[in-house]
């Protein structure tokens, strides 16, 4: 089974839908990302949370929230989808980095592939 | 922004070759990671150097990092078919979030 894993894996919607995408782990790790991937753009930061109590923006977080229910499972919504979220959306999780053994590598899910119309 | 770029955004080499990509980026970093992603994937984690190291070896991977200059390469060496992917550069701060770049698409052609 996968580390990180992410639902739906394609999803195709209609503008002013909400849709959620979920991640969860079993990797332990505390600290949770949602990154978008636009053709041609890299990844862009989203969203992302360091503990259950710790929420923070991203780059680019106008139009999507988040809700980390637990340790390990971290979700991500689009209250009303509109034809530019579509993308890409990857969920990621590390741990600190700063000791020999943390070094803040990332850990993506497979991807979830969101198309609005 | 603290995004990366690459360079080349793309590269086509012959299968035996070796492939070299380039990254620049603009802030002070505590490290650099270069990441894989094979089409419509998860990325991978390939390889790390941290801002007091110059050079990295991991398999047929080499690393270096320039910290005056801001740039990192990222040197395949005798590439294979299977090394046909995107390649990412992502540049880690004290904010302790990772930047990614754009990403080279390498074709490897056998």
């Known amino acids: 089974d996968a580390d990180v894993t992410q639902t739906p894996r394609n999803r195709i919607t209609k503008t002013g839908k909400r849709i959620m995408l979920e991640c969860s782990q079993t990797?332990?790790?505390?600290?949770m990302y949602w990154y978008r991937q636009d053709p041609g753009l890299g990844l862009q930061l989203i969203y992302y949370?360091?503990?259950?109590?710790?929420?923070n923006k991203g780059e680019i977080s106008d139009g999507y929230s988040v809700s980390r229910q637990a340790q390990a499972k971290f979700s991500l919504s689009l209250e009303s989808a509109i034809p530019n979220q579509t993308a890409l959306y990857f969920c990621?999780?590390?741990?600190?980095?700063?000791?020999?053994?943390?070094?803040?590598?990332?850990?993506f899910g497979e991807g979830s592939r969101l198309t609005v119309l | 922004s603290q995004q990366g770029e690459e360079d080349p955004q793309a590269l086509s080499i012959q299968e035996g070759e070796n492939a070299t990509m380039n990254c620049s980026y603009k802030t002070s970093i505590n490290n650099l990671q270069w990441y894989r992603q094979n089409s419509g994937r998860g990325l991978v984690h390939l390889i790390l150097?941290?801002?007091?190291?110059r050079e990295k070896h991991s398999g047929r991977l080499r690393v270096t990092l320039d910290t005056s200059k801001k740039s990192s390469s990222l040197l395949i060496t005798a590439s294979r078919a299977a090394d046909t992917a995107s390649y990412f550069c992502a540049t880690k701060t004290g904010a302790n979030n990772l930047f990614f770049g754009t990403g080279t698409r390498l074709t490897v052609i056998p």
């Open positions: 990797k332990g790790h505390d600290r």
């Open positions: 990621a999780t590390g741990t600190p980095s700063g000791t020999a053994t943390n070094t803040g590598e990332l850990f």
């Open positions: 150097i941290r801002s007091n190291e």
């Open positions: 949370s360091f503990d259950v109590k710790d929420i």
